[in-house]
């Protein structure tokens, strides 16, 4: 498996999670990597990204300054720090990885499975 995506749950509103994505060491070494989500019937979004060396980062408007995203070398994962969740960050979200900063999905050429997360009371 080259990207493994993990951490997602039932949370309340307000709350936190961290979502983890544990990369093969030839994508996290060669690779940027991105967050994405996607809802029902609706096209996938892009969330946050972080290039190889973690000194560029970009978030989505939606997600400014309450998602954090950051990548640990010595575990080959990317986190993606969720705090203050509110009900339409219910979402499945994806990690994948891509050669250029980018927020189109179709420039990510690997992709995680997918981890669900519900924000409910």
């Known amino acids: 498996v080259q990207l493994q995506a993990s951490g997602g749950g039932l949370v309340q509103p307000g709350g936190s999670l961290r979502l983890s994505c544990a990369a093969s060491?030839?994508?996290?070494?060669?690779?940027?990597m991105g967050w994405f989500r996607q809802e029902p019937g609706k096209e996938r979004e892009f969330v946050s990204a972080?290039?190889?060396?973690?000194?560029?980062?970009h978030y989505a408007d939606s997600v400014k300054g309450r998602f954090t995203i950051s990548r640990d070398s010595a575990r080959n994962t990317v986190y993606l720090q969720m705090n203050s969740l509110k009900p339409e960050d219910t979402a499945v979200y994806y990690c994948?990885?891509?050669?250029?900063?980018?927020?189109?999905?179709?420039?990510?050429?690997?992709w995680g499975q997918g981890t669900l997360v519900t924000v409910s009371s």
């Open positions: 060491e030839r994508i996290y070494s060669n690779y940027l």
């Open positions: 972080i290039n190889k060396r973690g000194g560029i980062i």
């Open positions: 994948a990885a891509a050669k250029g900063i980018t927020r189109h999905p179709g420039n990510y050429d690997y």
